[in-house]
DNA sequence: TGTTAATTCGAGGCAGCCTCAGTATAGTTT
DNA sequence: AAACTATACTGAGGCTGCCTCGAATTAACA
């Protein structure tokens, strides 16, 4: 048996250190920012800086773990108790998460289909509820009979990137009249 | 006055070759390629390179001009010749255009307000156009009377962004989708 | 206090960005 | 065809950022 012993102090503080500073920078410059500024601002080496997060997606997946949570809730409520609403309501939720930061709509996007990526797991985690959210909404007769969770998908991705390069109020609407087009009855 | 001189002999070759070297390679790799390979394989010291296209965004600029003419010239004849789908038309067919290359969808999102940046002229024309033509569907009763040249705007970045992250199907949903919300008599 | 494994450090190799002083040459003039 | 010169080309060099790895440090535990 390994008997696992307290990790470093000075680990953790470091790691928590990074964290908030990658946070800061990510927003302030989006999630390309230099990681040798991240580590400067944190006043660590860069080598610790890999030696907490191997990766790029690694670090933004660490700051992200939280804000999953909040989100992956949400989800389950709305799965568990269904309102008229749910549907765009999840959506909207999904939109704000994935523009946290610049450049993560595309990260997320990239994410679904890329086994290898260490978002890959909570994007299918969102496209999962995402699905059974259409297809209650299916059944119910509130969106159109073709509806998958792909358009769920399409629509959310689309609309965190609108959000990045032109506007929030674009978003928004993007989700307003794409969600009206869900509703049609019958197929265009 | 200053009296135009004809451009040198290898200045034009070179520029056509980095023109033609630059379309491979941001086919292949993304409008991020790495510029000094652009000159490699266009055979061509860095320097002069940069001596033809000041910025990358100068290259992308040279690269669409041809493209743009081609995308204008449809414009042109949709708003001359009404038709029904003249709307649909356009989106796809803007839609097309942002996509040509990875990363161009974001490029040309932010010069739509970038006066600095090199493309902005022609994602105007490309907005005045959208606009026009929802302005005749919104008179036609077509579209929902709140529909703006921004939805259009809007449509076509997020659906070039999903073509490019997720897939032309996706990407051709989302457009489907969003034109029959438009389409909605009743603003939601 | 000593031991040891975990952690940190940062120099160094590599690639890409962009500039600029020096060099080459196409096109013109005599 | 030689000389001239504006135009264009060259590529080394300074900078930043990526990532790795061997050496140095230090927190935890006995």
Do not use: K, Q
């Not at 998460?97 to 990526?117: F, P």
């Not at 797991?121 to 059974?132: K, L, N, V, W, Y």
Request: aromatic share 4%; net charge negative; glycine share 8%.
């Amino acid at each position: 048996m390994t008997t696992t012993r307290r990790p470093r102090a000075d680990a953790r503080r470091n790691y928590e250190r990074l964290l908030a500073e990658a946070d800061a920078a990510f927003r302030e410059g989006g999630i390309e920012s230099s990681l040798e500024s991240v580590a400067r601002r944190a006043g660590v080496a860069i080598g610790t800086l890999y030696g907490h997060f191997p990766t790029r997606r690694a670090l933004v997946g660490a700051l992200l773990r939280e804000r999953n949570e909040g989100l992956f809730d949400l989800g389950d409520r709305l799965l568990a108790h269904p309102a008229p609403d749910a549907l765009a309501t999840w959506v909207r939720a999904a939109t704000a998460h994935a523009a946290a930061y610049s450049g993560l709509a595309a990260l997320l996007a990239d994410g679904l289909d890329d086994e290898t990526s260490e978002l890959h797991a909570s994007c299918r985690r969102m496209a999962d509820i995402g699905e059974r959210l259409v297809a209650r909404a299916r059944e119910t007769g509130a969106v159109r009979p073709d509806a998958t969770g792909d358009d769920i998908i399409a629509l959310t991705t689309a609309a965190a990137s609108l959000h990045e390069h032109r506007s929030a109020a674009e978003a928004d609407r993007l989700i307003t009249l794409t969600l009206a087009g869900l509703a049609t009855t019958r197929p265009a």
